[in-house]
């Protein structure tokens, strides 16, 4: 619910600050890639230039998919073929592996429900910068 709730008011945000319905759209989308590859969607956040790195906190998408991930993996053993035998390898390993910390959920939501009141709260500023018309 945090993440629609966060991806709306987003969506809000750049959709006030334009006149043209397809430029809306077209600057929303932009947005959602630019989110997706500073989140670990499209590329990993090592691949990442330090001096840019920071960006990773503003996206929705980091906040989003590691909540989700820790959510499920978290408490469950998978089958691993390690040399032939089978092996069970804890969820909490496999989410390290990945860069995901199990403690970090609730910071997860934390930043969701942060980037909600942020753009949200940039929305109405823009909405009252507009000149009305007499």
């Known amino acids: 619910m945090l993440v629609a709730i966060a991806a709306s ?16 759209n077209l600057l929303v989308a932009l947005t959602y890639v ?12 090592d691949t990442i230039p330090v ?3 920071w960006l990773q906190y503003v996206s929705l998408f980091r906040y989003s998919i590691e909540a989700i991930v820790v959510n499920e ?7 691993q073929t390690i040399n032939g035998s089978s092996v069970l390898v804890p969820g909490s390993e496999l989410l390290s592996f990945q860069g995901y910390k199990t403690s970090w959920l609730w910071y ?4 969701l429900g942060g980037l909600a009141v942020l ?9 009252r910068l507009i000149k009305k018309e007499k």
């Open 9 to 24: 008011s987003s969506a809000f945000w750049v959709s006030a600050g334009v006149t043209v319905a397809g430029l809306a």
């Open 51 to 53: 001096w840019i790195r």
């Open 108 to 111: 997860d939501m934390i930043g």
């Open 119 to 127: 753009f949200l709260t940039l929305t109405y500023i823009t909405l």
């Open 73 to 79: 993996v978290d408490g469950l053993y998978f089958n």
């Open 34 to 45: 630019v989110q997706m590859l500073f989140g670990g969607v499209l590329l990993t956040l």
